[in-house]
């Protein structure tokens, strides 16, 4: 009997989940930023705290906030505003702070993920949006989480994550159950860290530069996108333009995974009133931003 009524109650908040998305989410959405480059692409923001960071405490012109702006416009049911998050981190270009930064992303969010059930009786379904080295961040998780962890990450975006011998073994460890891998043959940012010149690496027989694929399995696929058939630049992952497709480009990557594609090629077309200028489009974010 008392599990029949716990089943039932899931399935009520599952049910309000559906119909008021932001009052009772059933998923926490995390974005993951890169490298100290990153910080200029995003501003310099007054925010020092470092951690999970509520989007709402980010200041109103940090560019990160068009992640959760566009994406709860394109889509509120799965990425609901009141528990869209960023994980603040130091930065730095090398492994060990990757690591560290993950050690302390598993212990806040494995918190948060029990917070959050033991508030909606549910336990949330966890997504992880990352650029450039965030990616190598989510993939430290597998690195450094504890024997009797249970923290589980329904899903990876991995957005220009530069693929290395370090970390690219963890996308089979079963806390990720599914990863979508996004780059551009243009993006050549991705690819510059020099793997093979750290002491880490050495007589590891590594390629010197990062790569840009993944091995495909049947949870993990590898997406190279043209956007109006032209490839993007690093910093494209990061604009309005590009965030706008990033739910149709995981609802394609789920329909064609399943022919186990070692690579799927997604050419996509942005309409008249998508196109725009860097100035329309800072315009657009703030004005996304200010509605919310």
């Known amino acids: 009997m008392p599990g029949l009524l716990f089943n039932l109650q899931k399935l009520i908040v599952l049910i309000f989940a559906l119909i008021?998305?932001?009052?009772?989410?059933?998923?926490?959405?995390?974005?993951?930023?890169?490298?100290?480059?990153?910080?200029i692409i995003f501003g310099k923001s007054k925010n020092k705290q470092k951690g999970l960071v509520h989007y709402s405490q980010l200041p109103a012109k940090?560019?990160?906030?068009?992640?959760?702006?566009?994406?709860?416009?394109?889509?509120?049911?799965?990425?609901?505003?009141?528990?869209?998050?960023?994980?603040?981190?130091?930065?730095?270009?090398?492994?060990?702070?990757?690591?560290?930064?993950?050690?302390?992303?598993?212990?806040?969010?494995?918190?948060?993920?029990?917070?959050?059930?033991?508030?909606?009786?549910?336990?949330?379904?966890?997504?992880?949006?990352?650029?450039?080295?965030?990616?190598?961040?989510?993939?430290?998780?597998?690195?450094?989480?504890?024997?009797?962890?249970?923290?589980?990450?329904?899903?990876?975006?991995?957005?220009?994550?530069?693929?290395?011998?370090?970390?690219?073994?963890?996308?089979?460890?079963?806390?990720?159950?599914?990863?979508?891998?996004?780059?551009?043959?243009?993006?050549?940012?991705?690819?510059?860290?020099?793997?093979?010149?750290?002491e880490i690496s050495k007589g590891k027989g590594v390629p010197f530069f990062s790569e840009r694929k993944f091995k495909s399995t049947d949870k993990l696929c590898n997406i190279k996108v043209r956007l109006n058939k032209k490839g993007l630049k690093h910093i494209d992952f990061l604009r309005t333009k590009f965030i706008n497709k990033i739910p149709e480009i995981i609802e394609l990557a789920y329909s064609k995974r399943s022919k186990k594609l070692e690579n799927i090629d997604l050419y996509l077309t942005l309409n008249k009133n998508e196109k725009n200028s860097l100035e329309q489009d800072a315009k657009e974010l703030a004005q996304i931003i200010a509605g919310h």
């Open 20 to 39: 008021f998305p932001d009052k009772y989410p059933d998923t926490i959405n995390v974005f993951i930023h890169g490298t100290q480059m990153s910080r």
């Open 62 to 198: 940090n560019f990160r906030l068009r992640f959760p702006a566009i994406l709860n416009k394109k889509c509120p049911a799965n990425y609901p505003l009141s528990t869209f998050y960023m994980f603040n981190w130091s930065g730095n270009l090398r492994f060990k702070s990757r690591e560290k930064a993950a050690l302390q992303l598993y212990k806040e969010l494995d918190a948060l993920a029990k917070k959050h059930e033991l508030k909606y009786k549910i336990y949330p379904k966890i997504r992880l949006i990352t650029h450039s080295h965030g990616g190598n961040v989510a993939l430290n998780l597998a690195k450094i989480k504890p024997t009797n962890g249970c923290l589980k990450i329904h899903e990876a975006i991995l957005l220009a994550c530069p693929v290395q011998a370090e970390t690219k073994s963890f996308t089979q460890d079963p806390m990720f159950e599914n990863i979508i891998s996004i780059y551009s043959s243009l993006d050549w940012i991705q690819i510059l860290d020099p793997q093979g010149f750290y």
